[in-house]
């Protein structure tokens, strides 16, 4: 395997980014996602990591860092990831997630949440394994 390098997602990996999204959810307008990355990228609060191999990126996860949500001091919650179908099961998303392990480690954020559909198996597998368990928190959602 090629080495994979993690660096700070930039407002040129908008596309690359959206792509990726767009394989795992099928979503075919990739534009609201595409600002989205955009916004990310100048984004002091938000920590979004890209993987790339060969300067190809292949992966990506988007962490926000909030301060006074619902009784907690300040926590990291992971909002988005995704990795490119034929990169997945090669360690890639591990790597993204240790990116904010360490960086909140440094900043002593010692709070990480992330929300997964019930029945997204592979994903909930996949934060398992990187330790995350249930939380304190119910989601809650209102359809309008």
């Known amino acids: 395997m090629d080495s ?15 792509d990726i999204y767009a394989s795992i959810t099928n979503e075919t307008d ?11 990228a100048i ?5 979004a990591f890209a993987a790339e191999i060969k300067k190809n990126v292949v992966g990506f996860m988007i962490c926000y860092i909030v301060t006074g949500v619902f009784g907690l001091k300040e926590s990291a919650w992971i909002a988005a990831m995704g990795v490119s179908p034929q990169y997945m099961g090669k360690g890639i ?11 909140c480690k440094k900043k002593e954020i010692k ?7 019930w029945d997204s198996t592979d994903l909930l597998s996949f934060f398992k394994t990187l330790g995350f368990g249930r939380s304190a928190f119910i989601n809650l959602a209102k359809k309008l």
């Open 111 to 117: 709070d990480i949440y992330s929300s997964v559909q």
């Open 93 to 103: 998303g591990r790597k993204l997630a240790e990116n904010i392990f360490d960086y």
């Open 43 to 47: 984004n002091k609060n938000s920590l």
């Open 4 to 18: 994979i390098i993690i660096r700070r997602v930039e407002k040129k990996d908008a596309k690359e980014i959206s």
């Open 30 to 40: 990739k534009k609201d996602f595409e600002a989205i990355i955009k916004e990310q």
